[in-house]
């Protein structure tokens, strides 16, 4: 049950026939070093030449009250393991990422919040600018816009990074749909969840639950996504 005030614009959907991509610990891929940071509540894995599964979300997608019951979990712990002055296992890792990944995905999934992008105007302003600058700034995979979220799976070329990719698509898309919507303020959420591919199964893997979002939410005939035949690892 909602508490007062929050909405649904999606299918609620208990089955879950694909998982979400999972991000493995201690992982090395090739030779290249991974780079590891610790966003607000997701931690975030890169390497040079590595391959992405994102997903951004609006910044209504989620109910703040179910974000601070995150952020006291994850604080909880990190608070615990410091004053037995020890590193967080591997359990507790595991545990927080699953319970962020997780409570975020069913959020999702069942359409929380406002959904602009379930507005046909909007969607196709995300879907034009993730293919801008397709092979040019990076490789495109696959992506799905979904009603209150976008997937994309994509591999930065050359000097471009992840960050400034995200940076861009969203800077873009907050202020033309805004100016749209006819609103003014956040469009989307800051922080967005990355997972770095580890190799061909998981890149398929991670282009399968992209394509499969809007099955998995209940959504039938969903026109805005899109996946690259015969993608390789490399």
């Known amino acids: 049950m909602r508490a007062s005030g929050e909405r649904s614009c999606g299918h609620p959907s208990d089955r879950t026939v694909i998982r979400p ?3 493995g610990f201690g992982l090395t891929m090739d030779q290249e070093p991974i780079i590891k940071r610790q966003g607000r509540l997701l931690p975030h894995w890169s390497k ?5 599964a994102v997903c951004f979300r609006l910044a209504d997608s989620i109910p703040q009250t179910k974000i601070a ?4 979990e994850k604080e909880d712990i990190e608070k615990t393991a ?3 002055k020890r590193e967080l296992s591997a359990h507790e890792r595991l545990h927080l990422l699953t319970l962020q990944r997780e409570s975020i995905e069913r959020f999702l999934r ?3 919040g406002s959904c602009w992008l379930k507005d046909e105007r909007i969607a196709k302003i995300v879907a034009d600018a993730l293919r801008f600058f397709e092979n040019k700034n990076y490789t495109l995979f696959a992506w799905c816009i979904m009603p209150n979220h976008v997937h994309v799976v994509v591999k930065p070329i050359t000097s471009h990074t992840l960050t400034t990719i995200l940076r ?3 800077s873009f898309t907050a202020k033309t749909a805004n100016a749209i919507l006819n609103r003014s303020g956040r469009f989307w959420q800051t922080e967005s969840y990355d997972h770095l591919i580890r190799d061909t199964d998981d890149l398929n893997h991670a282009m399968e639950y992209t394509w499969s979002n809007p099955e998995l939410a209940g959504l039938r005939n969903w ?3 899109w996946k690259k ?3 390789t690892f490399a």
């Open 110 to 112: 069942n359409g929380y």
């Open 168 to 170: 861009s698509w969203k």
């Open 223 to 225: 026109q805005w996504r």
């Open 21 to 23: 991509p999972v991000v």
């Open 48 to 52: 040079e030449g590595g391959i992405y």
């Open 82 to 84: 410091r004053q037995m």
């Open 229 to 231: 035949a015969n993608a």
């Open 69 to 72: 019951a995150i952020q006291w």
